[in-house]
Structures are given as C-alpha cells and as structure tokens.
C-alpha cells in the first residue's frame, strides 16, 4: 500500500469520527455533517492533509448552543462570544 492510500484512510477515518461525534450528540444530518470533507496535497518531499468544516464547527466542539439557547456547562462561549 502506498503512503498515499494510508493518508487517505486517515483522513477518512477522522471525518467519519467527526461524524459519529456529532451523531452522538444529536446534531448530525445538517450543514456541519455535509461539510466535513479533507483533501490531500503532495508534493516532492512533504504532503498536507486538510480537514474542512463548517465555520461554526469550533463552536460546537465547545457545545455552545446559540443565540436564544441554553447555556452548554463547561463552555468558554455564550452566544457564540468568548467569556472574559
């Protein structure tokens, strides 16, 4: 198998962990599921493996729940603004 083929396992593998994550949490079959996508660039001597997502993504790995929400425990945003 080529280094190419295990990069592309990986990269598969951790958008379908993604995605089980947000099913685990209940907030699979929208925009953020649909957007998770990576692509591999290579090149002579290095290759770069992007993971791709929705903006808000990092928001929802925080569990903020959103403007009008409830506040999620633990979290350092509300309503999308980080507390001081």
């Known amino acids: 198998m080529a280094l190419i083929d295990y990069i592309n396992t990986f990269?598969?593998?951790v958008i379908d962990k993604a995605k089980s994550n947000l099913k685990k949490e209940d907030k699979r079959?929208?925009?953020?599921?649909?957007?998770?996508?990576?692509?591999?660039?290579v090149s002579k001597n290095s290759f770069q493996l992007d993971i791709y997502a929705e903006n808000y993504w990092k928001y929802v790995d925080y569990g903020v729940?959103?403007?009008?929400g409830t506040k999620a425990?633990?979290?350092i945003y509300v309503n999308g603004e980080k507390k001081i």
Do not use: A
């Open 29 to 41: 079959e929208g925009p953020l599921e649909e957007s998770l996508s990576y692509k591999v660039n």
């Open 11 to 13: 990269g598969t593998n």
């Open 73 to 75: 425990d633990k979290t």
């Open 65 to 68: 729940k959103g403007v009008g």
